[in-house]
């Protein structure tokens, strides 16, 4: 536990460090008029908080840096006190996109990372979390139908089959009724789902006509892999946030490796709240030298992919949290407002 002067101290050399990329000296930080403390209180201050790994001394001459750790304190009491966390520079105004889920991802992307000049990811509902929500058979021609899965995400699959002969009506109907009545609810992953379309119990026409569309399913199932809608690649190197190119290399890297970045922000769904890893606490090598702030959306009582935001450990980490927990309270709106109208 640090006194409320080292809380005061080690926030005053996050801060500057933010700023200026640059050690922060012990007379800035004496110069601070809401320290009731000379230039020697601070610099054993700053040594104490040295021992305790949360500051660094690159130079005999040069000031403190953040440790990883001391970036985690002053993260964590962020999270800890709302009060700390300042509003977003700018209202988002995804409530205003009326548009496919994917749209609406998409514009969320966009709209982080031109607020915070830093990488933002979105990821799509995962496929693990969706299930079927409403079948469509339709007959267009007499011998063309047309079936349509609408998932709990808001995914759409289709599928059109060709019969050589005209199709009974009441096969379409009893087929609508039927996958409705006991598909509906199912994972789209569930070996029940499966085995409900090679119910022994249906006749041969019936078997016969589901068989048709059983690759639809299939195709919503492996197509439906995890989307990460990426902005800001070029806005962040261009900023010059990176003080090394190892860094730059590191991200690239990232980027490449997406089955890798999914499994990262599919840890965030586990958290509460807001997840943040600072460098070397990523499990990812490829993220030692970067940050990420990120948080669920979704349903009421259900999560369905992360808004995130990944940079430089010399991170604004109060505007990350305030702007991706606001990102994500505006998806889930727009989420359960358009399930709502479905």
Not at 113 to 129: D, E, G, K
Not at 224 to 239: H, K, P, S
Not at 310 to 321: E, K, L, S
């Amino acid at each position: 536990m640090l006194t409320s002067r080292q809380e005061r101290i080690l926030c005053k050399v996050v801060d500057d460090y933010l700023r200026t990329a640059q050690p922060v000296a012990s007379r800035s930080i004496a110069a601070d008029p809401e320290l009731d403390c000379g230039p020697s209180t601070v610099r054993n201050e700053l040594a104490l908080l040295e021992e305790q790994g949360l500051l660094a001394h690159p130079h005999v001459s040069a000031g403190r840096v953040p440790t990883d750790a001391g970036q985690r304190y002053v993260v964590d009491r962020m999270l800890s006190s709302r009060h700390l966390l300042p509003a977003p520079p700018q209202p988002l105004e995804l409530s205003l996109i009326r548009r496919e889920l994917d749209e609406a991802m998409r514009a969320t992307s966009e709209t982080l990372s031109q607020m915070t000049n830093l990488l933002a990811v979105v990821s799509a509902p995962s496929i693990n979390t969706a299930t079927v929500r409403h079948i469509e058979v339709l007959a267009l021609q007499p011998q063309l139908v047309l079936v349509v899965i609408i998932t709990s995400t808001g995914s759409v699959s289709k599928m059109l089959a060709t019969f050589e002969r005209a199709v009974d009506p009441g096969l379409v109907s009893w087929a609508g009724e039927y996958l409705n009545e006991r598909l509906v609810g199912l994972d789209l992953g569930a070996r029940m789902l499966q085995q409900r379309l090679v119910d022994p119990s249906l006749s041969a026409p019936e078997l016969r006509f589901l068989a048709r569309f059983a690759p639809a399913f299939g195709d919503l199932s492996s197509e439906g892999e995890d989307a990460l809608y990426v902005e800001g690649t070029a806005r962040l190197f261009e900023a010059g946030r990176f003080a090394e190119t190892t860094e730059v290399n590191e991200l690239i890297d990232l980027l490449e490796r997406r089955v890798a970045l999914l499994r990262v922000l599919r840890a965030a769904l586990g958290e509460p709240g807001v997840y943040v890893r600072i460098g070397r606490e990523n499990e990812l090598p490829a993220m030692h030298s970067l940050a990420l702030v990120a948080t669920g959306y979704g349903m009421a009582r259900r999560k369905l992919g992360t808004v995130s935001l990944i940079g430089p450990v010399r991170m604004d980490y109060a505007g990350a949290i305030a702007t991706v927990r606001e990102a994500a309270h505006q998806l889930s709106r727009f989420v359960e407002d358009t399930y709502a109208e479905n």
